[in-house]
């Protein structure tokens, strides 16, 4: 039991670091996955790598409690409009991702979750990182906060983060970019990505949950209970140093490192996975 634990440790660490970074949860996942197998069932295992995400919504939801909850200790009445409004930019964000991943939800993940389209996706998109930064480099944004973002342009983030359903592209990375794309700064695109996050991830959660227990039941062992409790919990408190890290870096520095990251990181599952299989 104690190696179980150890591992759904790791597991936790993983999620709570790549899901905010833009380097791919998937990618690392799939590396995970190779490295680090645990004594669980294949379909627990892929309904968990899903539901492991709740410990990093929750991370999102205490760092910006103030931001996010309406009736938040203080707030004025123009404040609680400014959150209910924000909360419309992020529902409207998440309508075009949260249409394609029910629909096809089945179909990308008999279809993309490989080595091949993650290692692919890690690789282009770290490209584009690469040349969008250096094209936006210097450049005076027109909105600076998520407060100012226009329904409009939350629903052309929300289309960029369609891109995110193809594994190896990442959430994160394709919000932010995107935001930046249509005007966002890079910090408040950041922020953004990470309210954004709570609705998409808690859906694609709940999504997992109910098709397990539809198949397969409620009855989960002894081990998978803890593995899930101790990857939840892991999740969290990582993510909370992640998310903070992250804030402070995108301050101060592009996202080209993180482009130059996911190339390597690609090339090296592409060769790994062509070596051994």
């Known amino acids: ?63 910006y409690w103030n931001t996010l909850f309406p009736w938040s200790r203080g707030k004025t009445k123009d404040e609680q409009n400014k959150t209910w409004k924000l909360w419309l930019k992020i529902v409207i964000a998440a309508i075009p991702a949260a249409i394609v991943g029910l ?27 690469i040349v969008i930064e250096r094209k936006h480099k210097n450049k005076v944004y027109r909105t600076n906060s998520v407060h100012d973002m226009s329904n409009l342009t939350s629903l052309e983030v929300g289309a960029f983060q369609m891109l ?3 594994p190896g592209t990442s959430r994160s990375g394709s919000t932010i970019i995107g935001a930046m794309c249509v005007g966002v700064s890079r910090t408040a695109a950041a922020e953004f990505s990470f309210f954004l996050a709570i609705p998409v991830m808690f859906g694609a959660s709940l999504l997992k949950i109910v098709k397990y227990v539809s198949d397969y039941g409620v009855a989960f062992s002894t081990t ?51 070596f051994t299989r």
Request: charged share 15%.
């Open 1 to 63: 039991m104690f190696i179980e634990i150890l591992k759904a440790f790791f597991l936790g660490v993983v999620q709570g670091i790549t899901e905010w970074l833009p380097v791919s949860s998937t990618g690392h996942m799939i590396l995970f996955d190779e490295f680090v197998e645990l004594d669980v069932s294949p379909e627990f295992m892929e309904m968990f790598r899903v539901v492991i995400q709740f410990g990093s919504i929750l991370a999102v939801l205490i760092l």
């Open 103 to 129: 629909l096809f939800d089945d179909l990308l993940d008999k279809y993309l979750y490989n080595y091949v389209t993650v290692a692919a996706a890690l690789i282009v998109y770290g490209v584009v990182f």
């Open 224 to 274: 998978e209970i803890v593995v899930m409790i101790v990857g939840i919990i892991t999740a969290f408190v990582v993510s909370l140093v992640a998310i903070k890290f992250l804030i402070g870096f995108v301050r101060r520095h592009s996202f080209e490192s993180f482009g130059w990251y996911r190339i390597i990181l690609g090339a090296v599952v592409l060769i790994y996975f062509i």
């Open 164 to 166: 995110s359903l193809i």
